[in-house]
């Protein structure tokens, strides 16, 4: 089974949320552990005992690690290994896009089982084009793992690049139908999903992606599940709604994060 049906199944068994790692500065010290890997680690791995057997999946952001050099990257590894032993499907919020042997690097770095980052799933972002990102695609596809391509984001500023046309076809859509295509004919769902932000008012047409979906923009940026319904259109059950700040302020109790991820789930 490949990576997008696994997520699919997830979403059924748990419920379609996705859930964010963000160790920023602000939840660190607001949950008492500090500013420092020590804080990074106990934020990481308390999340980890929150949502893990929750949640269809968990996405944490790499940035906020990558802040702490070699330490926090070890950090992650832990994080990342945390969530395969406990059976929890994980997608790295890395966000890397380059071209040729530079784009296998990061593939293998990961999405190649074995590896000290590896994860089910990895965010990319394709402004060298889509076809660039067919070395993580390729290998995601041997390894069962995913990618998230970047198409529609939920920033102000990306609705207004990514709604301008090329050849009567807006660059959000273009990104989504590129997809697709290596999604076709495939039995079950596809393992290339795609990010859609709720907050985009004219969002790209999904239904023939057969694919994931990446739904941020829920809760601390101002979109509501009633807008996840609104983008997703026909491909409900194919769309993930992320939320990470509205979660992570009810911590640092587990049994409180537990019940904010609940309070998130009655209402996708």
Not at 51 to 69: D, L, N
Not at 139 to 158: D, H, L, Y
């Amino acid at each position: 089974m490949g990576f997008g049906q696994a997520l699919v199944d997830a979403g059924q068994r748990l419920g379609r949320l996705c859930v964010g790692i963000d160790p920023h500065p602000a939840l660190l010290d607001s949950w008492g552990v500090g500013d420092n890997v020590d804080g990074l680690r106990a934020f990481s791995l308390r999340c980890v005992e929150a949502f893990a057997g929750r949640v269809a999946v968990v996405k944490p952001q790499v940035a906020f690690y990558e802040r702490y050099g070699a330490a926090g990257f070890f950090v992650l590894e832990e994080t990342l290994a945390a969530l395969r032993e406990s059976h929890c499907l994980s997608i790295a919020d890395a966000k890397r896009g380059d071209i040729g042997s530079t784009m296998e690097g990061y593939a293998r770095a990961w999405l190649e089982p074995g590896s000290p980052l590896e994860a089910d799933a990895l965010t990319l972002t394709a402004y060298l084009g889509v076809g660039s990102l067919a070395p993580a695609i390729e290998r995601a596809q041997v390894s069962g793992k995913g990618v998230f391509v970047m198409a529609a984001n939920s920033n102000p500023e990306a609705e207004h690049f990514q709604s301008q046309e090329i050849g009567g076809t807006t660059i959000a859509q273009f990104m989504v139908d590129a997809c697709s295509a290596y999604n076709t004919g495939k039995s079950g769902v596809g393992d290339v999903g795609v990010v859609v932000g709720a907050t985009v008012r004219t969002p790209p047409d999904l239904e023939s992606l057969n694919g994931p979906v990446l739904m941020p923009g829920v809760g601390a940026q101002g979109a509501t599940f009633a807008d996840v319904d609104r983008v997703a259109g026909r491909v409900r059950d194919l769309v993930f709604p992320s939320v990470s700040r509205s979660v992570l302020s009810a911590g640092p109790s587990v049994a409180d994060l537990r019940k904010r991820v609940a309070t998130c789930l009655s209402r996708a």
